[in-house]
T-cell receptor, first 114, second 112 residues
């Protein structure tokens, strides 16, 4: 089955700096890669996703890049703010006939220091 | 903006008891999922449901688990005989198409 590795497990940055979180996946059939933000005790919230026919996607301060050959994808947050502090999960999705089963990484706890 | 809802928010049960976790997916969504997250760990896929049947399930989803869509709005997860290791946060998710999944707030299950 799919295996997703995520690094680093914790990340501290100064407010205004950039943060980068990296993930690798094992199943070359995976073709959908979402990123979720989870604040303490709350639901995972989708912040950005990318499909395997796209190499990069940007949404304001958040960007995701995908390298299919190397089987890795990364989340970039620029101009970080204290409210960006949360646990971020990457996931890889392999589509079947009726659904996408998501395999998650172990998460990165991001702390933005004011 | 519509959201996935789940009830109850917390459930405490005795080992061996049956529990039913309830979810109301977003109304025009067609795909439904259950995930679980043991405290401090990653989110794990349990099962997906489409067109009134299970489409995928993980090895976690054994014979003790079942899902049902009893009416046009609810989606339930039943654990027949709970074990201590079933203690976790259970998230329901739904998607309109086969990709973007929106998560509910979760049910925290504690098995004593």
């Amino acid at each position: 089955g799919e295996n997703v590795e995520q690094h680093p497990s914790t990340l501290s940055v100064q407010e205004g700096d950039s943060a980068v979180i990296k993930c690798t996946y094992s199943d070359s059939a995976s073709n959908y890669f979402p990123w979720y933000k989870q604040e303490l005790g709350k639901r995972p919230q989708l912040i950005i996703d990318i499909r395997s026919n796209v190499g990069e996607k940007k949404d304001q301060r958040i960007a995701v890049t995908l390298n299919k050959t190397a089987k890795h994808f990364s989340l970039h947050i620029t101009e970080t703010q204290p409210e960006d502090s949360a646990v971020y999960f990457c996931a890889a999705g392999t589509g079947g006939a009726g659904s996408y089963q998501l395999t998650f990484g172990k998460g990165t706890k991001l702390s933005v220091i004011p | 903006e519509p959201e996935v809802t789940q009830t109850p928010s917390h459930q405490v049960t005795q080992m061996g008891q049956e529990v039913i976790l309830r979810c109301v997916p977003i109304s025009n969504h067609l795909y439904f999922y259950w995930y679980r997250q043991i405290l401090g760990q990653k989110v794990e896929f349990l099962v997906s449901f489409y067109n009134n049947e299970i489409s995928e399930k993980s090895e976690i989803f054994d014979d003790q688990f079942s899902v049902e869509r009893p009416d046009g709005s609810n989606f339930t997860l039943k654990i027949r005989s709970t074990k201590l290791e079933d203690s976790a946060m259970y998230f329901c998710a739904s998607s309109r198409g086969q990709e973007t999944q929106y998560f509910g707030p979760g049910t925290r299950l504690l098995v004593l």
